[in-house]
């Protein structure tokens, strides 16, 4: 198989990985309570307010998490800075299990990924009609058409963008246990 068909299959196969899942189906879970079906007081506003703005901070800080596996077998996780990775399961009695650790320092990628990552997760979000109903009561043809629509065109944007610039992050709950190059 052609290298650039290999790339583009892997891509495909890991795109699932890349969009913010978790995040949707938490905020799915919660937001018909929160919004109270759709029939909304300014406290179900402000509750589902604050569940849109945990679910983007946690949109944001999954596209930066990332895992290894150290010299010891051992799977660890952690998150990029801009000049490092903080590991979040390290022991000291683990001892040295890892070296060059600058290596998953952020990239301007992380920074795409994370945008596209929140404009799925709104997208996705806004597209529910408790939400419309709480956020968008009196909305015309043209609000609705724009939030019928609008995820269709961002799922596939988005989708675009991450099979063009994969990303090489394996965040939190990643299962490949191949080692790491070090």
């Known amino acids: ?7 583009t299959l892997g891509s495909v196969a890991n795109l699932a990985q890349l969009l913010p899942t978790g995040t949707v189906l ?8 929160f919004s109270n079906l759709g029939i ?22 999954f ?18 800075t801009p000049k490092s990775f903080i590991v979040f399961n ?11 650790l600058w290596r998953f320092r952020i990239r301007c990628l992380d920074y795409v990924h994370a945008i596209f990552s929140v404009v799925v997760f709104l997208t996705l979000a806004f597209s529910d009609t408790n939400i ?29 963008v991450f099979l063009v610039f994969p990303t090489t992050r394996k965040g939190i709950g990643y299962s490949n246990m191949a080692p790491d190059p070090q």
């Open 26 to 33: 938490a905020f799915q879970a919660l937001s018909p309570s």
């Open 90 to 100: 390290y022991q000291p009695s683990d001892g040295k299990v890892f070296e060059n």
């Open 132 to 160: 419309q109903h709480c956020f968008f009561p009196n909305s015309g043809a043209n609000t609705k058409q724009i939030l019928q629509n609008l995820p269709l065109g961002a799922g596939f944007l988005s989708s675009i």
């Open 40 to 61: 909304c007081y300014t406290s179900n506003k402000c509750i589902t307010l604050l569940l849109f703005i945990l679910c983007t901070i946690s949109c944001i800080f």
């Open 63 to 80: 596209s930066f998490t990332d895992s290894f596996k150290g010299t010891n077998g051992k799977l660890y996780y952690g998150m990029a």
């Open 1 to 7: 198989m052609p290298p650039v068909m290999d790339k």
